[in-house]
């Protein structure tokens, strides 16, 4: 079964720092991944995907992601942080085959903290 | 607009007493699934379903049950709630093919069961 983890619970950074949000995941081929954030009190919103071919990959926002099959890892970036990226960021992974095919497995989420 | 809606978005129940959250979507996706989000948990998906007629369990399926009859819509039930059942609920859909798993949610439904 395929699993996800976000080591780091809790992250501030200042207004303006980059950032990155470390997301590695556990599957038995190459895998589809998702980051999503999740403002105070909304739904969740799909910020980048990966399914195949160049490893670094750019979503909404300004955010990017790049794909390490050595390390296992999917992490999250951003140049320069904006008030309004404050929110919590969930790293995702589906099963693509067999019988669990669409079961989908979530990190426990990152919350991001700016400061001004 | 493309979207998923769920209704109602707050509830507080009693123990015991059935329950439906509905979960609607309008961009015509084949695959469909529920998650709870619990604080320090993440979200933990309920049920799935890859298309009218199949549904799967996931990893917290224990007194839930969905449908799903319409390509559009899939139902949460609760047939008889506890209060450990209390959380946020979220409804999501996606594509199966060309874009797959790439997850649309819903605004949530804050359940309370006392």
Redesign the interface.
């Known amino acids: 079964a395929q699993s996800v983890t976000q080591p780091d619970i809790h992250i501030t950074v200042s207004e303006g720092a980059s950032l990155e949000l470390r997301c590695n995941y556990s599957y038995g081929a190459t895998p589809?991944l998702?980051w999503?954030v999740q403002s105070p009190g909304?739904?969740?919103?799909?910020l980048l995907?990966y399914?195949s071919g160049d490893t670094l990959v750019q979503g909404i926002k300004g955010f990017e992601a790049e794909f390490k099959r050595s390390q296992s890892s999917f992490n999250l970036r951003k140049p320069s942080v904006h008030w309004s990226d404050a929110a919590e960021y969930?790293c995702?992974v589906?099963q693509?085959l067999n019988t669990?095919?669409?079961?989908?497995?979530?990190?426990?989420?990152t919350t991001l903290t700016v400061k001004p | 607009e493309a979207q998923?809606t769920q209704n109602p978005r707050y509830l507080i129940t009693v123990t015991g007493k059935k329950l439906t959250v509905t979960c609607s979507q309008n961009m015509n996706h084949e695959?469909m699934?529920w998650?709870r989000q619990d604080p320090?948990?993440?979200?933990?998906?309920i049920y799935?379903?890859?298309n009218v007629e199949v549904t799967?369990k996931?990893?917290v399926p224990e007194g839930y049950k969905v449908s799903r009859k319409e390509k559009r819509n899939f139902p949460l039930i609760l047939e008889s709630p506890s209060p450990n059942q209390t959380s946020l609920y979220?409804c999501?859909s996606s594509l199966y093919e060309g874009?797959?798993?790439?997850?649309?949610?819903?605004?949530?439904t804050r359940l309370t069961v006392t």
């Open positions: 589809y998702f999503y909304q739904g969740l919103q799909l995907k399914f969930f995702a589906p693509l669990n095919a669409g079961k989908s497995t979530f990190g426990d989420g | 998923v695959y699934s998650y320090g948990l993440g979200l933990r998906q799935y379903s890859m799967d996931g990893d979220f999501a874009s797959p798993f790439a997850q649309y949610f819903g605004p949530g």
